[in-house]
């Protein structure tokens, strides 16, 4: 990731701007812009469409099919994808409250940013502040694959092996 910036000249002149206070904020259409090109394979052209780069990354690389329908076994680890753009987003809107909040920080008499005014936080039912990445973010894998999961198929993880019992010794006396 460093070396994608520092070897890049655009990255390092409009990743970071100045606001009208001084503080340097992330452009939001440069981050999205450098996530494509961090998470872009190698045998992908770079200058490929954001969808193009994020339809790659959610597939195996030994298991790539030409077919519309991908199925589940032929997907990578959800880790791995390149997130939506909607959450590239707002990931950019949060690291940007953390730069307002510390700027706070210097004098007790500034006035904290308003965190839930952006559209990254959210707060439940339960009123706890929690992060929100999107509509997008929360991609349901079967809509992606076009097959539904069968519960016959599922592992059952942690289920109860039957153990052999051994008769103990008894102790004569």
Request: with cysteine.
């Amino acid at each position: 990731m460093l070396n994608l910036f520092l070897n890049n000249d655009f990255f390092r002149t409009n990743l970071l701007r100045k606001d009208n206070r001084n503080i340097y904020q992330i452009d939001t259409p440069t981050f999205k812009i450098f996530m494509k090109k961090l998470y872009c394979p190698k045998t992908m052209n770079s200058e490929s469409s954001f969808d193009d780069v994020r339809k790659a990354t959610m597939l195996s690389k030994h298991k790539k099919q030409n077919t519309e329908l991908v199925y589940s076994r032929s997907l990578r680890s959800g880790q791995l994808w390149l997130p939506p753009e909607s959450a590239i987003e707002r990931i950019a809107d949060i690291i940007n409250m953390q730069t307002d909040y510390l700027y706070t920080t210097g004098n007790p008499m500034d006035l904290l940013p308003n965190f839930l005014g952006k559209d990254c936080l959210r707060k439940t039912e339960d009123n706890e502040v929690e992060y929100y990445f999107g509509p997008d973010s929360k991609g349901n894998v079967s809509e992606i694959s076009g097959q539904k999961r069968r519960m016959e198929n599922t592992p059952q993880k942690g289920r109860r092996k039957k153990r052999m019992t051994t008769s103990t010794p008894v102790k004569s006396k």
